[in-house]
């Protein structure tokens, strides 16, 4: 049996302890949504203030000089870089994620293209985001040319179709959205690329919950959030990294002025630019873009090791309180209990999800729902504690023990949830 | 002859002059370069502050419903549309203009290949914004079918292209970025219409700048940018127009969650929303979004027509005054003298262009440098009067009076001009 002193505890001897202060949240809620939407870092109001009065407002048109915006995606790159196991010069922050899969599977559908043209299989799961099964289709369905998009539901169903020798490359979530499955980077990139087929990972769930080396595993190109682990700060522009050697010779189509080789040169004909710059397109919302550096730099005051011992054992904790003090709920518990194959949330099954997860978030504790049926609990170890989660699971007992949930306001669903 | 008196006069009966007190601009700047990137809006900090600690800081992931973040790109459209003759639910803000125009360029092309499959030839001017042409050259290398982009620099040159009836769209600037042109939309929009093709206005140089009437006149899409004269905050997200003839049936391709029908029903299939929405595609840059509402919000405080007039006064003082100070130091207007082919920029070509527009900021006048040789002043009625147009040109008569640009610093070119 766990109880509270041994979680308060836990917390006492936290490494980790000390990162809570750099983020703003309020008072009496328990955020359990920083995969969705990471917290405020406190360091981003003073910025944002800089950003507009002084950057905008006073050296207005200058600052793309003075302050370096000229600069941004790549410089904001090498810092997620050194969080994803990549080098400097590999990784931009642009765009969004859907934007920067378009970009990325146009790049591996024209290398694949060249080598084995008659493959036409783009592989992704069923259970993707559903925002990288959309932009999939957008793209086959605008170059066509017999390219179809299909759906796996398991590893065995990607072995069997890379067996086939039909696929062009293979979109991976690397932390599932939903249930919190983390694949095996090193496996199964191996296991891609022994069929020649290429991999992309798309890190939404996994940047800033998990260590990973990109490079090290040969992965082929990547995608992901900022907004959520790193805490770039709503809709914070993605992040896109290609391995160096596909870097080259590849002009994905969304070829904007950002991208090309002389910006300023006003050149009538798109020339991109060596390397990873040619990734970029048009202008980027500075505001946003600027806020991001905020998250990163806590991150690389810390380490990613220290991150991930503590995410397990705080997921590890949730799963247990939940079977200790919520057994007779009727939670069904869908992210792996290995460690190997589990990510930084906690997702559980109900069929009164919904409601729960509303009656939850009127109590301060702050989760979300997806469908079907899904709650889903975010763990961020640099702003959560072990008391935190033994307080959530306890709200979690009253609203069941209580039936809260059968409140009718929260049955009613809002637009966004 | 003009002289200080008269411009000082002129600004005590400007009935636009109580707005300058909107927008911060740094002491002793004359800042001519709000058609690059608009000044701030003095409202824009505390809604910056707003955003990071109440939106983001404090609501989190709940400010999606409470602060309608997932409203903000038909919002923030609602509102533009306002300043360019549409109606609500035709227009949205988001993601560049270069990203936009790939977007209405797919739909026109599809919407084309259904009636007229054998036409080919997207048209787009010489002179357009080059990253206009970047993207429309990434688009027609996507999807090859025997798409090629034909360059025009004239009129006649466009009105022969028409009369081949290869055509499928045409891209014009509406006011072109380097001399300022400015296009008759309804005569162009007929003669194009008249042969069977589209017109995507490039309203970058325009929105803000001059009236329009992009309904009225039958035009088909609109893109633009909302950091120029709008001051939307540097690199805020674009605008994108379609007219709702065009907007059911064309599934743009860089097809998103946040275009989807039922975005949080987690569906495996892309089905497009009805309408505008349809164009929206990835997570956006919620910060940087949010602040262009402080500009648009002083513009729909006014009135366009006002603008314009107030705007061509300006031109045309600053023209007569070059004319005036500066006769003899070679410079040689670019921007039409005719008032309905003027935008609200003058630019002139001179061959030391690029060091006079340094030595100029050197004396906080700011204006900007474009290749090749064009020296570029932007116009904003509603924070510049006729006495800084004065001293502006009394300015630029003192650097070529004492050959200020012949100062060393100001001839070595920096990254961003």
Request: hydrophobic share 40%; net charge negative.
């Amino acid at each position: 049996m766990i109880n509270r002193e041994q979680c308060l505890a836990w917390d006492k001897e936290d490494q980790l302890n000390q990162f809570k202060q750099h983020f703003a949240l309020p008072e009496g809620v328990i955020y359990l949504d920083g995969n969705s939407l990471g917290a405020q870092p406190t360091a981003a109001l003073s910025l944002a203030n800089h950003v507009v009065t002084q950057e905008w407002g006073k050296d207005l048109i200058n600052s793309w000089n003075t302050a370096d915006w000229w600069g941004l995606p790549t410089r904001l790159g090498d810092k997620v870089a050194q969080l994803i196991g990549a080098d400097s010069g590999e990784t931009v922050i642009t765009d969004s994620t859907t934007l920067n899969l378009f970009k990325v599977l146009s790049a591996a559908i024209k290398i694949q293209a060249e080598q084995y043209p008659e493959r036409k299989v783009i592989v992704a799961e069923k259970d993707a985001f559903p925002t990288d099964l959309y932009i999939i289709e957008g793209l086959i369905n605008q170059i066509s040319q017999g390219y179809r998009l299909v759906l796996i539901e398991s590893n065995e169903d990607l072995y069997s179709l890379l067996d086939s020798n039909e696929v062009v490359a293979v979109v991976l979530s690397h932390v599932n959205y939903r249930t919190g499955y983390f694949y095996d980077m090193s496996a199964i990139n191996a296991k891609i690329h022994e069929k020649n087929a290429l991999v992309i990972w798309d890190l939404c769930h996994s940047v800033g919950a998990v260590p990973m080396e990109l490079k090290q595993t040969d992965s082929d190109f990547a995608i992901g959030c900022t907004y959520k682990y790193l805490n770039g700060g709503p809709g914070s522009p993605a992040l896109l990294w290609v391995n160096p050697k596909h870097q080259e010779g590849f002009w994905q189509p969304l070829s904007g002025w950002w991208g090309h080789q002389q910006p300023f040169a006003m050149a009538q004909h798109y020339q991109p630019s060596q390397g990873i710059r040619r990734y970029l397109c048009g202008t980027q919302p500075i505001v946003s873009m600027r806020l991001i550096e905020c998250g990163l730099d806590i991150f690389l005051s810390t380490d990613m090791q220290l991150i991930r011992e503590k995410s397990l054992k705080l997921t590890d904790l949730f799963m247990q309180l939940v079977e200790q003090e919520c057994s007779e709920f009727g939670f069904t518990l869908i992210t792996p209990k290995q460690h190997k194959h589990r990510g930084s949330h906690v997702s559980f099954r109900h069929e009164q999800g919904y409601a729960i997860i509303q009656a939850l978030i009127a109590r301060g504790v702050i989760g979300d729902y997806r469908e079907p049926e899904v709650l889903r609990f975010g763990i961020t170890p640099l702003y959560l504690g072990y008391e935190d989660i033994w307080n959530a699971v306890q709200h979690l007992k009253n609203v069941m023990t209580h039936a809260e949930w059968k409140n009718k306001q929260y049955q009613i669903r809002g637009s966004v949830t």
